[in-house]
């Protein structure tokens, strides 16, 4: 894993919400669809239980993407992810909704995208992340690139990020080992 700066575990710290992007992001960002033209998409499980357990500990999660899909809203109920939010082209306008309805500003939100259309909410938010195969500009602007790609992990570092800098990662792996 990447080496975290003391100003971004300062950063990881206030974190109360954690925003994805699907596409590149949950997902390897390719779209399948079968002879029905039926769409489908992969998810990674471990990303998941990242989603699953940041809830435990109340850090709301949500979703911003550009397209509409069934499965990102049936994949989000899956999760119990909070804020589903699709078809968002213009992600700031919508990021800025979000955080006035939820009652924080921009340093209390963790966004994980990968494309030139989220550099207006990653730049704006208290930690940005992007997978490790995200665009070249993207990666240039963030607080943090992961080593992994999306939907292929990057999503479940972030949350581990989280939890490691809110003290929360030695209450969790006591679930897992009592003497940790």
Request: charged residues 30%; hydrophobic residues 40%; negative net charge.
């Amino acid at each position: 894993m990447n080496e975290i700066s003391p100003e971004n575990i300062d950063r990881l710290a206030k974190i109360k919400l954690f925003l994805m992007d699907v596409d590149g992001t949950m997902t390897d960002g390719r779209i399948h669809y079968n002879d029905e033209w039926i769409e489908s998409k992969a998810f990674d499980v471990t990303d998941g239980f990242g989603i699953y357990v940041l809830q435990l500990y109340s850090i709301k999660t949500g979703i911003i993407t550009g397209r509409k899909s069934r499965i990102v809203t049936e994949r989000a109920k899956e999760l119990n992810i909070q804020i589903v939010r699709q078809g968002r082209v213009k992600k700031e306008h919508t990021f800025n909704e979000i955080i006035a309805e939820e009652g924080l500003d921009s340093s209390q939100v963790a966004y994980i995208a990968d494309d030139l259309f989220d550099l207006p909410v990653l730049m704006q938010v208290g930690f940005s992340a992007a997978p490790a195969d995200a665009h070249a500009e993207v990666k240039d602007r963030v607080h943090f690139v992961s080593d992994r790609k999306g939907g292929r992990g990057a999503v479940r570092q972030v949350c581990e990020l989280i939890l490691k800098a809110q003290g929360h990662w030695e209450d969790l792996m006591r679930n897992f080992i009592p003497d940790y």
